[in-house]
């Protein structure tokens, strides 16, 4: 199917859910969210609801929020990038994320201390798969504003990207060559039916002459449908500032649902434009657990 058709089917797929599940839950409004908790949290009157901020994973716009200090976040997801010319497989994904409450400045800074690395796989049309591990990244998201009465919230959320011993997953395919910095600005806002994150920043290799500084940004919005299930759907673009190199933009929709105090999650995507003029498709799943020590 061309790429306009696939983009048409999931946009017309996307609208048509979020109409349903606010036809459905008009007179059933989500409780106000006087504070973030990845996962569930109790509510104001001591009910267990899910966190419905657009969040990665499922999608890949990342909120402000971190976990409460010292407090485990761990997602563990399979991923899938799918052409027609490619195959890129995350067969596991695992995504450790910790709390801690820096004083900084003569002021305590909620903040994530962050890694992960994915077990890959990737082969191109007529070749086999290659596996192996893919390129980690570890980072600190710093949440340096919360106005919990308006309901905005931002970070700042500095990542490294590198190879890991023994380094053979660049000539696999499974990573890019050097490393690379990410510096995102993260900015969420709560609203009666829902909340909508926006991201921006810069991606710049290190150690790789051949790589593109490049802009990605993304804009995601998050309903509950129920206290237990939330829908999120968002559209990203990534861009280098080099003509004709790397481009990317594409919507992708997700949901979470708690078990108790665990959340499962999937998500689904399609490409809108890339530099390789090739339809995408993306899908997701995985489980996400809060552990507190």
Known sequence: MPRAANAGVFATAAAVLFYAVSSAYAQQPPPLIRRHHHGTYKNDQGIDVIDATPQSPPVETDDPNVPDPHEWEINLTTLADLSSASRRLDLLLIDANYGVLPSIVGH????????EFPLSGARTAGDRYSFGVGAARAG???NFYTHER???SMAIYPQLEFVLPPGDAVKKDLAEPGQRVILPLLVSKDFRYGTIVANGGIE????DPEGDFSVPVSLAFGR????KLAAMVEIRGESALTPGSHRLMFVNAGATRSV????FYGNWGESLASNDDIAHSYFGAGVKMMVRH
Not at 108 to 115: A, N, R, S, W, Y
Not at 204 to 207: F, K, R, Y
Not at 260 to 263: M, Q
């Open 150 to 152: 308006i309901g905005l």
């Open 224 to 227: 509950a449908v129920t206290r």
């Open 108 to 115: 305590h800074v909620p903040t994530q201390l962050k890694f």
């Open 204 to 207: 710049t290799p290190l150690h």
């Open 260 to 263: 108790g105090h665990v959340v």
């Open 140 to 142: 600190v998201k710093l």
